[in-house]
């Protein structure tokens, strides 16, 4: 399983319409590898860095299973400063 989060994008709009936009970053999950124990539920974590500047972000994941078919999704994350 992995997971990267990318952005900022001032809009939902803007995210939606990016091919490539200059001055993204992107922050990387390190890719968990399930055992596959009975009950076992896998858990991903994007550290964002103090410095991340506000937007929204696309959060993309992927999972690769044991016949190597793989899914993937997208959702738009938001990041607001710390209160």
Do not use: H, Q, W
Request: aromatic letters at 4%; glycine letters at 12%.
């Amino acid at each position: 399983m992995t997971a990267r989060l990318t952005g900022p994008f001032g809009t939902v709009d803007d995210l939606k319409a990016a091919s490539a936009v200059p001055g993204l970053v992107t922050f990387t999950a390190t890719p968990v590898r399930p055992t596959g124990t009975p009950g076992e539920r896998p858990a991903s974590t994007i550290v964002i860095g103090p410095d991340a500047e506000p937007g929204f972000y696309d959060l993309v994941t992927s999972v690769i299973d044991g016949g190597n078919a793989t899914s993937s999704g997208s959702s738009i994350v938001r990041v607001v400063p710390e209160r």
